[in-house]
């Protein structure tokens, strides 16, 4: 019968222990019979295609001892069960170790992202798995646990062969473990493929990196699809250490890698098409690492200022003078997270005066009239933040206008809301939708906003 299933649920048998004890306990029983599987993504897919050769499956999902993230003072510890859901929605996770986020962010689609599993995807050894190039550059351990106990491996010898691990036939992945160290470093990823999400990457690359004193003190670039595992790119690493960056070390850095990797030819590319795309990826690295040193050398600057001087130099950022005064008081700050966060906690110790005084700054959502309150720099970023709305019909402006006056009438103030990135017709939505909230719950909502674009107009600042 066409559309019928070329897997017949009879031949196979599913049980679901409660405990990751009793997982452990059945594997140890029979190793090598029964095949774990969490999320179920990529065993369905092999399901639905009549090519799912294990007949005994063992689920792992949702089991307590898989599905934690725990912190330490120095470690994170991230349950081979979590999904990627789970990452993206973890606050340290994204704060700290960005490279996992984003690659969580591309993996699948929501539904996919809501079922998939950090484990699984290590297990399944996919050489184009979003995930894994994040995890070696952050150089990952994983947990092992069998009946016999555990063990802890470094994630980077892992992968022994396409499709092959150091995963014994009677363990599981427990937890993945992050060591808390790469505050101060610049994150860089992407993936290259025929969509962002949805799409199996036809190359991925994640990298860290910090310059010290004008060079490269450390830098970790790892790629995917390149190779038949993720591939660490230690050569091109030891070109660029204790390295000056300029266009010379560039070109140098971009042959290392391109040399490197061991791209094939497949129905998603060609290993030339993929070459060329590992050079142009590191090089782009590479640019935005030289920026941040600039940056470095600007925020260095700025903590030698005299307190008030400081103060009036960040104060355009936010536009509340107790922010700017507080800020400039938490100093030295290191790098630019350190930064961030020192400006979210600064910002939300403060009271409603203070953020009301913050709002004044800016000018209507849709116009370009700044307040009389707002300086030249705040009123080009101003600008800069509202440019989609300039491309945006007349008949949308007098909306946006009408609902700018109706919530004026509402709260008594001008409407907040971080514009970057969203178009005139998004921001009447959401204006809208806030018209229902009542006073105290705008007023946070508000404050939330302000956050956000403070921590943009922060980064702007450090890059000018």
């Not at 090598?32 to 499956?57: C, E, F, H, N």
Request: glycine share 6%; aromatic share 6%; proline share 3%.
């Amino acid at each position: 019968m066409e559309g019928r299933m070329r897997s017949d649920p009879a031949e196979y048998e599913l049980v679901a222990p409660a405990t990751l004890s009793a997982v452990v306990s059945l594997l140890a029983e029979s190793p090598g019979r029964w095949l774990p599987i969490a999320g179920g993504t990529d065993v369905m897919v092999q399901y639905a295609a009549g090519k799912l050769s294990a007949r005994k499956l063992v689920s792992l999902w949702n089991l307590p001892e898989l599905r934690r993230i725990d912190v330490s003072e120095h470690e994170l510890s991230i349950g081979a069960g979590c999904t990627y859901s789970d990452l993206r929605e973890h606050d340290l996770v994204e704060r700290e170790f960005p490279l996992l986020a984003s690659a969580a962010s591309w993996t699948g689609g929501v539904a996919n992202q809501n079922r998939g599993t950090l484990g699984g995807n290590i297990v399944n050894a996919s050489p184009a798995a979003d995930s894994l190039p994040a995890l070696l550059v952050y150089e990952a351990d994983l947990i092992l646990v069998s009946a016999r106990g555990e063990r802890r491996v470094h994630y980077v010898d892992f992968h022994t062969g396409y499709k092959k691990t150091l995963l014994a036939q009677d363990e599981l992945i427990r937890a993945v473990i992050l060591a808390r160290r790469f505050a101060g470093y610049i994150a860089y990823s992407r993936k290259v493929g025929a969509r962002n999400a949805q799409a199996i990457s036809k190359v991925c690359v994640a990298a860290l990196g910090r310059v010290v004193g004008g060079v490269v003190d450390d830098v970790r670039i790892a790629a995917g699809s390149v190779a038949p595992t993720p591939l660490r790119l230690c050569e091109t690493e030891r070109v660029l250490s204790g390295k000056s960056i300029d266009v010379a070390l560039m070109l140098r850095a971009r042959e290392a890698a391109s040399g490197e990797i061991r791209a094939i030819d497949d129905i998603r590319s060609t290993g030339a098409y993929r070459s060329a795309v590992v050079s142009n990826l590191v090089a782009e690295f590479l640019g935005k690492l030289s920026a941040a040193a600039r940056a470095s050398e600007l925020l260095n600057r700025w903590n030698q200022l005299p307190h008030e001087e400081a103060a009036r130099e960040i104060l355009d950022c936010c536009g509340s003078v107790e922010w700017a005064r507080k800020l400039a008081s938490r100093r030295p700050l290191e790098h630019e997270q350190s930064l961030v966060t020192a400006s979210d906690e600064v910002w939300n110790s403060l009271g409603a005066n203070d953020w009301m005084e913050a709002f004044s700054k800016h000018p209507r959502i849709g116009e370009q009239k700044a307040p009389a309150a707002a300086t030249s720099q705040s009123t080009q970023w101003s600008t800069q933040e509202q440019q989609n709305v300039s491309a945006s019909d007349d008949a949308v402006r007098a909306a946006l206008r009408q609902a700018n006056e109706a919530y004026e009438g509402r709260f008594g103030r001008v409407f907040i809301v971080c514009a970057t990135g969203k178009s005139a017709s998004e921001m009447m939505e959401i204006l809208r939708w806030r018209l229902q909230n009542d006073d105290a719950a705008e007023l946070r909502e508000a404050a939330e906003e302000q956050r956000k674009i403070t921590n943009i107009r922060l980064r702007k600042w450090l890059n000018q």
